[in-house]
């Protein structure tokens, strides 16, 4: 997943702001002030730049194949808990895991537990995912933290 970022610069005549719920109005720069353009404008019809953008790209971390190829690896992977099995334990494990920045997950934490071995075998299940493609911020690899639920249903 992409996640675009989009920044504006504004210079023109018309600025706005607001602080602490007031809004306030500056409708002209003072006459001193000249962004973006020279000393000396022998051009009358010179117009300011109103808008400049870029963006600042940020892709997620991602599992090799994406959001399903995760599920299917959950299915083969996880067996239901005896324990659990014998109790009729039924519920939702939630994990909170660190993708680094090489795409190995690591720093696992049980959220919400519901007991009979089920913790177990999920934290099992991520520290053996293959290795994911990290998350990237301005081109860099980093370190992100992901939340994952996975229910148990007899």
Not at 134 to 142: E, H, L, R, S
Request: one cysteine or more; charged letters at 15%.
């Amino acid at each position: 997943m992409v996640i675009s970022i989009l920044i504006l610069i504004l210079i023109g005549t018309t600025i706005s702001s607001s602080h602490a719920g007031s809004s306030t109005r500056l409708t002209s720069f003072p006459a001193n002030f000249s962004p973006l353009m020279p000393e000396d404008t022998s051009n009358s019809d010179t117009t300011l730049i109103t808008n400049i953008g870029f963006h600042i790209m940020e892709e997620e971390a991602m599992f090799p194949g994406g959001d399903d190829a995760m599920k299917l690896y959950f299915i083969n992977t996880v067996q239901y808990p005896s324990i659990a099995l014998e109790q009729k334990i039924e519920g939702t494990v939630i994990v909170l895991f660190t993708v680094d920045a090489n795409g190995y997950v690591n720093h696992a934490e049980i959220l919400d537990e519901i007991g009979g071995g089920c913790e177990e075998i999920i934290i099992d299940a991520l520290y053996n995912m293959p290795q994911w493609t990290p998350k990237k911020q301005a081109g860099n690899c980093v370190q992100s933290k992901n939340k994952f639920s996975f229910t148990f249903k007899l």
